[in-house]
């Protein structure tokens, strides 16, 4: 199999993850990663190493409940 035949066939494999993730990648975005991965990597290394798995999934859960009724309010209000 030739070089190019093996890169094709690994990006074929990607799909439109690679697209869709490529896509939200802007300057402004990048710098808002990277800043918030340099404060918060070590809290976060931290809180994966203490706490239990259970706990952070029912914190994501509670934040996603509250990103959802964010949604809801603001598809609700029908703003003028």
């Known amino acids: 199999m030739s070089y190019r035949a093996a890169s094709a066939g690994f990006f074929s494999n990607l799909g439109p993850g690679l697209i869709t993730g490529a896509a939200d990648d802007d300057p402004s975005g990048i710098a808002t990663y990277s800043i918030t991965g340099a404060a918060y990597a070590l809290l976060l290394a931290g809180l994966l190493f203490w706490t239990s798995y259970r706990l952070i999934a029912r914190i994501f859960k509670w934040l996603t409940l ?10 609700l209000a029908h703003p003028d």
């Open 66 to 75: 509250a990103l959802f009724a964010y949604l809801a309010a603001a598809f």
